[in-house]
């Protein structure tokens, strides 16, 4: 299309064709040239902060806040380096006082003792009956039986020759005898006297054998009682032993678990200071949160920035 236009242009009229060619193709690029740069502008605004805070002239960092006067700074302040700039002295005191009582609470469990109890005591044993024997209240029987058998005999014996001297005629002799016979009536009656109270003897001891035999089995009742009582009591205050023991080991693990929370929060309500000497350009705030208040710094290294850049 040029060389037919060239070919029906004069000779002079090419050249100057080309050169106004030439000025619409500058133009053109001189209009593309700003746009370019608006976009790549645009482009780095809508860049994250992060990707800018190594800019050798800006530093962008973000802190957390739980008040507004937890930031110690403001736009447009003059900040040296290691200067403060937020610090969340209201939290870290709290949590500090909370660290103190968590501490002071594990130390008092740690150095509480519980004593285990000590285990019963034997029952002193019951002590055995003698062996019983009634061989002496037998032979006293046996003897006073024997006595009144011979006074009955006597008697019989007594009676017998009273009647052969009443036959002779001779009572002087029977008066005789019969003080004789009353005499052995005497003696029976005392040798049943001694029967009886041997007798009576041999039942009283046998009585008392068996009341000594009831109170011995009250004793070893009453003994086996109290073992039983003592091992009750022994298993009870054990059980209460070790659920002290568990509870104590609960109470020493949460409030660890406790602390640790408390630590760990402690490290994260750190004093925010200035890596670098500059000037506050901007401070954006960001979003709330669980509490906190995110806010976003950006530093302009170097000498002081008089105007903060403001969005």
Do not use: C
């Not at 040029?2 to 619409?24: D, G, T, W």
């Not at 806040?65 to 870290?92: F, S």
């Not at 949460?254 to 490290?267: F, G, H, P, Y």
């Amino acid at each position: 299309m040029l060389n037919f236009a060239a070919q029906k242009l004069k000779p002079s009229e090419p050249v100057r064709y080309l050169f106004s060619v030439m000025v619409i193709f500058m133009s053109f690029g001189a209009f593309l040239l700003p746009l370019g740069s608006i976009a790549q502008q645009e482009e780095q605004e809508i860049e994250p902060i992060e990707e800018v805070s190594n800019s050798p002239s800006r530093y962008t960092f973000k802190v957390k806040l739980t008040e507004l006067d937890d930031l110690k700074v403001k736009e447009g302040d003059t900040v040296g380096i290691n200067q403060v700039i937020a610090d969340r002295t209201q939290d870290r005191d709290r949590l500090l006082v909370e660290k103190q009582r968590l501490e002071l609470a594990i130390a008092r469990l740690e150095t509480l003792k519980v004593t285990p109890p000590l285990p019963p005591r034997a029952v002193p044993m019951t002590p055995e009956l003698p062996p019983v024997s009634y061989e002496t209240h037998k032979a006293n029987i046996a003897q006073a039986t024997t006595k009144l058998e011979l006074a009955k005999l006597a008697i019989a014996d007594q009676k017998s020759l009273i009647e052969e001297i009443s036959q002779l005629n001779e009572p002087l002799l029977v008066t005789h005898e019969k003080a004789k016979l009353e005499t052995l009536k005497i003696d029976q009656q005392t040798a049943e006297l001694e029967l009886s109270k041997a007798i009576a003897n041999l039942k009283d001891a046998q009585a008392q054998r068996q009341h000594q035999e009831y109170l011995s089995s009250l004793a070893i009742a009453e003994r086996i009682e109290r073992a039983n009582a003592n091992a009750l009591a022994y298993q009870q205050q054990l059980q209460e032993f070790e659920n002290q023991q568990r509870s104590r080991a609960y109470q020493l693990s949460d409030l660890n678990t406790k602390l640790a929370d408390v630590e760990s929060r402690l490290a994260q309500v750190s004093t925010v200071r200035s890596p670098y000497p500059g000037t506050v350009r901007r401070i954006r705030w960001l979003e709330q949160s669980e509490g906190t208040i995110n806010a976003e710094i950006t530093l302009r290294l170097g000498d002081p920035d008089p105007m903060p850049d403001r969005e």
